[in-house]
């Protein structure tokens, strides 16, 4: 079954379930209580009373009347109040439970009521018909037939429920086609989705963070390296200057010790033939 047959098939309960149904229970509530006597004498025209309704017949449907109006106000509010599926089948259940029971209260008038359509009047409609209705409706329900687990479709629920039910301000009318159980596995499913989306982040972040950090001691040891080159090569400029440096003060030296030895050899040659002969 598609997802928009199952849709359909989730609008037709909701309609029947929590308008039809009821407002028609509510009729049949109407009739047994203010219009008893058209009720009896529908239901059974030989033996309804003609020249009054006993007070017993009055207090029996009067309970009726009550009975019909709490069937009504239950499946209405009730279904009304909730979207989980666990409590609408509990319901149904026990509702589908009353029609075998409704029905099986007809059975004195013959079992020609269950089948000859032609002789039905408007209650015997309401009796029999409109109950064969609702339980069929109700065993569909029950049997899964549009609202089965979501597996059935072949989808999972993330894939049918729409993408803003994790979206409060945008979620319209989605408890309306989906059961609470679908919406929660689909947000656990999106969940679950978005956890690993994380993991994977998380993974490729740390990548990139160990990349940076490779990539940063890199450059800090090619500056390191360049640092030592620069200072290598300074170091040779400074020693070469250094040496040449040492080099001409070393001549200079040379030279002036030379040539003092030679003004120093000059100055003793003078002064040796200037001296006067001793006496």
């Known amino acids: 079954m598609s997802a928009s047959t199952h849709g359909e098939m989730r ?3 909701k309609y029947f379930f929590l308008y039809i149904e009821p407002i028609s229970t509510i009729v049949g509530a109407y009739y047994s209580s203010l219009q008893q006597q058209t009720y009896l004498d529908l239901t059974h025209a030989p033996s309804s009373p003609q020249s009054g309704i006993p007070i017993s017949s009055q207090i ?24 989980d599926l666990k409590v609408w089948r509990t319901l149904l259940t026990c509702l589908l ?29 309401g009796n029999v018909a409109f109950v064969y209705a609702g339980a069929t409706t109700r065993i569909c329900f029950l049997s899964g037939i549009g609202v089965g687990p ?14 803003n039910v994790d979206r409060p301000h945008e979620r319209l009318h989605v408890e309306d086609h989906f059961s609470r159980d679908e919406v929660f596995q689909a947000l656990v499913e999106r969940t679950d989705s978005q ?10 972040a740390t990548e990139a963070d160990a990349k940076v950090r490779e990539n940063e001691g890199n450059l800090i040891k090619n500056a390191f390296l360049e ?8 170091l040779a400029k400074y020693t070469e200057r250094n040496n040449a440096s040492f080099k001409a ?3 200079i030296w040379s030279r002036s010790i030379v040539s003092g030895n030679r003004q120093e050899k000059d ?8 001296r006067l002969p001793r006496s």
Request: aromatic share 14%; proline share 1%.
């Open 249 to 251: 003060i070393f001549g």
């Open 11 to 13: 609008s037709f309960y």
């Open 150 to 163: 979501s597996g059935q479709t072949g989808k999972k629920a993330s894939d049918q429920v729409p993408q």
């Open 60 to 83: 029996v449907l009067m309970q009726l009347s009550n009975l019909y109006l709490c069937f009504a106000i239950t499946e209405a509010l009730v279904l009304r109040a909730t979207s």
């Open 227 to 234: 640092l030592e080159l620069e200072e290598t090569k300074y």
């Open 97 to 125: 439970i009353a029609d075998f029971g409704h029905l099986y209260s007809v059975n004195a008038v013959g079992w020609h009521v269950y089948w000859n359509v032609l002789g039905w009047n408007a209650i015997d409609w």
């Open 267 to 274: 100055w003793r040659r003078i002064l040796r033939s200037s």
């Open 195 to 204: 956890v690993a989306k994380n993991k994977d982040l998380k993974l490729m």
